[in-house]
């Protein structure tokens, strides 16, 4: 059955993944359509927005704004997601800890991101500190709220397993703690990474002098859609590859004991 | 010599109807003893079993270590405990360290499970996760060794030679074990004493002592004449051999 069941399944993804392909397909014919019958400077066709991403990467502006943008999202999620997992494991293990700060936990997942921005600029100044700080946490509150709940979900028996064994902490954390997590690490980073984004890009519209959110920013002045188009799918594109290439055969190889 | 001294243990469960599960028990176990705590299920053997090793504090009484707590505990669960997401070598070097590898092999051959190390436990059967959460107890080389009904699944042949592996690891390397057991002629061919506890009394009602020469073997008129003495003494040990026990595994 499973032999069987094997190559059903590839060929499925692979009609899928074509399709995928022919959806965003018709979207575009669908855009471009649109585009001839408004015929207006605000609603570019897909043609003129692809020339315009063209012209932006010649240029160099277009690399270099998606670069910058590009590490405030890593470092930012990088840095929720560690601080978000430290205490989303500490609140789930810990009755105390959890009826402590569950109450912060509410304020921080509904506090608006926009307010969070320009409090971090307030306090910390309109500099690249204050900009990665203001999206690690608006995204962590997400991080702790999602690795709770796997951290209350721990097995029991394998922790008491462990513990009559007296196995030292660090490695019952990467070998015990951490796998068990991992479906709830990686749903937060997936949620993550798209979240991030979207803050980073409002955190430099209101205070960096570069970055996509400003590129935005600045061709809204110009009234340039394709520009503000061409940046916006280029970035798109970038955040889908690392999705593809990097988290999903991560969250293949934490799943390999599942299907063996 | 003293290894530990149970004085006056009582564990109450609340649920699922409120009840002393131990009752003042009473015990001293020798450093290097082997102890067996036989009788059916329902006894307080396992709960016992737990406090001793520390995941049970919600006891009274008081547990006395004379040379001091053990430096190196291990125990086989009533359940393997092993991490599916680790490979069968993987759950034994959890316990001891990367550097026990040509060790953990050396054990996982000992109880048949050559060219088993890189499965996933998920691949093999419920007799070999028992032998795998054996092989891990036995790697951590521990001065105490709890073992709850640790060969019950396996078949009566494996069991036999389990039951030698473990005889033979005991002579060599003297830990304190306590074994609790459903079965009786498994307790008297491997312990230095049977130990009983009454039936819902929760305290202990018959201790044992076994004093053939090892090795043992459980086909010895001795070992029948000890488990005959034993069975008239507490006749509820015979209802044991039947409701207990998993079925067997023939894998």
Redesign the interface.
């Given at each position: 059955m499973a032999v069987d069941a094997a190559p059903a399944a590839a060929s499925g993804a692979t009609t899928r993944r074509w399709r995928w392909l022919l959806s965003l397909a018709i979207l575009a014919a669908i855009w471009q359509v649109a585009a001839m019958l408004a015929g207006s400077p605000v609603l570019p066709p897909p043609t003129e927005v692809a020339a315009a991403a063209w012209q932006h990467l010649v240029d160099g502006d277009l690399p270099y704004n998606i670069a910058l943008t590009l590490a405030r999202v890593l470092v930012a999620f990088a840095a929720a997601m560690l601080l978000g997992t430290a205490i989303g494991i500490a609140l789930g293990r810990s009755r105390l800890l959890d009826e402590l700060f569950d109450g912060w936990l509410v304020i921080a997942l509904n506090m608006p991101a926009l307010v969070t921005i320009v409090l971090c600029y307030v306090w910390f100044g309109l500099n690249e500190w204050a900009a990665v700080i203001a999206v690690a946490v608006n995204k962590a509150p997400l991080v702790v709220a999602i690795t709770r709940e796997g951290a209350r979900a721990l097995d029991r028996?394998?922790l008491?397993?462990?513990?009559?064994?007296?196995?030292p902490r660090g490695?019952v954390l990467r070998?015990?703690v951490l796998?068990?997590l991992a479906p709830s690490l990686m749903a937060a980073a997936r949620s993550g990474l798209a979240l991030t984004w979207k803050i980073v890009l409002v955190v430099e519209l209101l205070g960096r002098p570069n970055g996509v959110g400003f590129q935005i920013r600045s061709f809204f002045n110009f009234f340039d859609i394709a520009g503000i188009l061409a940046y916006t799918l280029v970035f798109i594109a970038v955040i889908l590859a690392i999705e593809a290439f990097v988290l999903q055969p991560l969250d293949r190889a934490a799943g390999r004991?599942r299907s063996? | 010599m003293i290894g530990l001294a149970l004085r006056g243990i009582r564990r109450r469960f609340a649920a699922p109807v409120p009840r002393e599960v131990l009752d003042g028990v009473d015990l001293a176990i020798g450093a290097g003893e082997f102890v067996a705590l036989a009788g059916p299920s329902g006894r307080g053997k396992t709960t016992l079993l737990r406090i001793i090793?520390?995941?049970d504090s919600g006891y009274q009484g008081r547990i006395d270590w004379p040379d001091g707590p053990p430096r190196?505990?291990?125990?086989v669960?009533q359940?393997p405990?092993l991490?599916?997401?680790?490979s069968v070598l993987?759950n034994l070097l959890?316990?001891a360290?990367r550097e026990a590898e040509p060790r953990a092999r050396a054990l996982l051959s000992a109880v048949e499970l050559e060219g088993r190390e890189d499965?996933?436990p998920?691949?093999l059967s419920g007799g070999m996760q028992r032998r795998a959460a054996l092989a891990r107890a036995l790697l951590?080389e521990p001065d105490l060794l709890?073992l709850d009904e640790p060969l019950v699944s396996l078949d009566h042949a494996l069991a036999g030679r389990m039951r030698a592996l473990l005889a033979e690891y005991w002579q060599r390397h003297r830990p304190t074990v306590l074994l609790v057991t459903h079965d009786l002629r498994e307790a008297v061919t491997l312990a230095d004493r049977v130990v009983v506890l009454a039936e819902g009394a929760g305290q202990v009602s018959l201790q044992r002592g076994i004093d053939l020469p090892h090795p043992r073997d459980p086909a010895d008129p001795r070992i029948d004449a000890i488990v005959d003495a034993l069975l008239r003494f507490d006749p509820g040990l015979a209802v044991a051999e039947k409701d207990e026990g998993e079925p067997a595994d023939h894998a």
């Open positions: 028996p394998l008491e397993m462990v513990q009559l064994f007296e196995v490695r070998r015990i796998p068990q004991w063996p | 090793g520390g995941l190196r505990r291990a125990a669960f359940d405990r991490a599916p997401w680790l993987d959890l316990v360290g499965a996933w998920g691949q951590v709890l």
